[in-house]
Structure formats: C-alpha cells, structure tokens
C-alpha cells in the first residue's frame, strides 16, 4: 500500500502547470457572434475559459501544484468543451442587439488525464483582451 501511495504521488507531482496552447477571441460586436477558440492543445483534454474584468494574478490550488492565472478573481468560469484530435475546440457565442459595451479577459485552461496509470495535468494559455457590446 505504501508503494501505491508514492506512485500516487509521483503521477500527481505531474501536474506542473504551463501554458499550452493559444486562445484567440474574435467577434463580439452586437447581433453579431463572439468566436473564442483555443488551438495547440492537448488532444482529448476538456478545455475551460475564465473570464473576468480585471488582469492580475489568481493562484488556483491544485494537487501536485499551482495554477496561476493571468486574471484576478472574481472570474467566471465558461466550458468550451473537448479538445480534438488537431488540438482545437472553439465555441460561438451570440451577442444581443442591445448589449452595453464591455471590456473583458479571458484565459482558457486545459485539462486532461489518464486512468491507466493515473496522471492530471493542467495549464493556461495566453490572456486574451476582448469587448462585446
């Protein structure tokens, strides 16, 4: 049980966060679309946009590691979905007609893991800045 426990912990010190892949955000004016899209990821991972007002720096405790964040909290998380095989996933948001004008960030994160044997891994991409409205 005890090498069980040290395998354990070697496959989690693995989640060592870095930046993979690159966000782009195109679009948002209104009635128009918001085109957010992340490409040069890791095939098969889960991919998730936070999105937040503010840059600066949120540390995102995590097993085996930190994740570190280019924006500062409070910050909405927005899952975009499953990485392809290529490496992409992209999402298409639609902006309504009478939206305010609103500046914003973004930063996805990447996620994947194995069962056999067992690992997680996580990390950032680059921060985008964007308006809609």
Request: charged fraction near 0%.
């Amino acid at each position: 049980m005890k090498t069980l426990s040290i395998a354990a912990l070697l496959a989690l010190a693995s989640f060592v966060p870095a930046q993979c892949g690159t966000l782009a955000v195109t679009g948002g004016a209104p009635s128009t679309n918001l085109q957010i899209g992340v490409s040069g990821a890791t095939a098969n991972s889960i991919a998730i946009l936070a999105v937040g007002a503010t840059l600066g720096s949120t540390t995102v405790p995590l097993p085996g590691g930190n994740l570190v964040l280019g924006l500062a909290s409070p910050f909405l998380p927005v899952p975009l979905g499953m990485v392809d095989a290529s490496g992409a996933v992209s999402l298409s948001v639609p902006i309504p007609a009478n939206i305010p004008q609103i500046n914003l960030h973004g930063q996805a994160v990447v996620v994947g893991f194995t069962m056999q044997p067992f690992s997680l891994s996580a990390c950032g991409t680059n921060v985008v800045s964007f308006t809609i409205g």
